[in-house]
């Protein structure tokens, strides 16, 4: 398993397709979540390649997460089994908790209960390992003073210009593995308006580009996997799945790294008050 490919669109007829391009193309972790409406298509692809003996269900790492409107131990199971069917799988590889935040407005939120609910499905192996995705240092302090299992992976954006970097090493030293989403931040089109000025012809990206004979767009993804993250990029475009995945005869010098590290902004492409997600839901057709 190297990094993940996933898919949020309201094309869906081009999902399927576009993860069995993925898949042949040497992808093997599909992530995917409750909210993003298409684990049924995931299901079909998975089925398809596996029934073709592409690959078996065991190469594959399939990450889904917990549907938005469960806001407690209770709800995790239902929740899972509802994927589980959707998807056509006995287990996940990885379920993640999609947010700390209240985002459905549901009464009595907590995830920490969500927490416990997690660590059910895991112990029922209904899931290989248990996440979190946009927790915050103080929200995973919360989760390991009051848990058994430690969360496997805090899935956040990380891009260039949302370097994140506090987080990743709080992640880092606790062996919590960083997922990193958006991973081309502002350099492609976004819903929503932004400020600062980020493009793949960015003079940094494009020296570098040069010196290994690659593209900017698989710099980016080289400089994230240097920072010992795992970049979920997301296509639907042939080419463009197959050049997220030709990263491996290249690494960057720390010097590279840095000078990529100061494109940082501090400025995110997904955030989630109820506006913004009023725009992404739009803009996915969720
Ligand atoms: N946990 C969370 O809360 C959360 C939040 C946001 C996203 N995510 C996950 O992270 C994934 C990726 O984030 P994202 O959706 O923001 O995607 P992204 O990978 O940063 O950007 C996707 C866009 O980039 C384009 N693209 C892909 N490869 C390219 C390349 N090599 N060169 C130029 N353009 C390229 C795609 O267009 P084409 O399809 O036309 O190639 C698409 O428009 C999502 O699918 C989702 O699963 C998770």
Same mark, same amino acid.
């Given at each position: 398993m190297l990094f993940s490919i996933e898919f949020e669109t309201q094309e869906l007829y081009l999902l399927k397709t576009a993860v069995i391009q993925a898949i042949e193309s040497g992808f093997r972790q599909i992530d995917t979540a409750a909210? &993003?409406? +298409?684990e049924d298509q995931i299901g079909d692809a998975i089925l398809d390649v596996t029934s073709r003996g592409i $690959?078996? =269900? #065991?190469e594959l790492w399939i990450t889904t997460k917990l549907n938005l409107d469960v806001g407690n131990r209770e709800g995790v199971l239902p929740a899972l089994q509802e994927s589980l069917k959707k998807l056509k799988l @006995? %287990? $996940?590889?990885l379920y993640l908790v999609?947010?700390?935040? +209240?985002l459905a407005l549901?009464?009595? %939120? @907590?995830y920490l209960s969500v927490w416990k609910g997690m660590e059910d499905v895991k112990k029922l192996n209904l899931t290989r390992s248990i996440g979190v995705s946009n927790f915050n240092s103080t929200d995973i302090n919360r989760i390991l003073a009051n848990s058994e299992i430690v969360p496997s992976v805090n899935e956040i954006e990380v891009n260039p210009t949302y370097t994140n970097s506090e987080i990743i090493a709080y992640c880092q030293s606790l062996n919590i593995t960083v997922l990193s989403y958006a991973p081309f931040g502002f350099m492609v089109p976004r819903p929503i308006e932004s400020n600062i000025t980020s493009t793949f012809e960015d003079p940094v990206l494009v020296r570098i580009a040069q010196k290994y004979g690659k593209t900017s767009s698989q710099v980016v993804l080289r400089y994230l996997i240097d920072l010992n993250t795992i970049p979920i990029p997301r296509s639907i475009n042939t080419q463009r799945i197959q050049s997220n995945i030709d990263l491996f005869d290249f690494r960057l010098t720390q010097e590279e790294i840095s000078s990529i590290n #100061?494109?940082? =902004? @501090? $400025?995110? $492409? &997904? +955030?989630?008050d109820q506006e913004s997600l009023a725009i992404f839901f739009d803009y996915f057709g969720l």
């Open positions: 909210a &993003y409406k +298409n $690959v078996t =269900r #065991e @006995d %287990y $996940v590889d999609h947010s700390p935040e +209240n549901i009464p009595e %939120y @907590d #100061e494109l940082n =902004r @501090d $400025v995110k $492409v &997904y +955030n989630f």
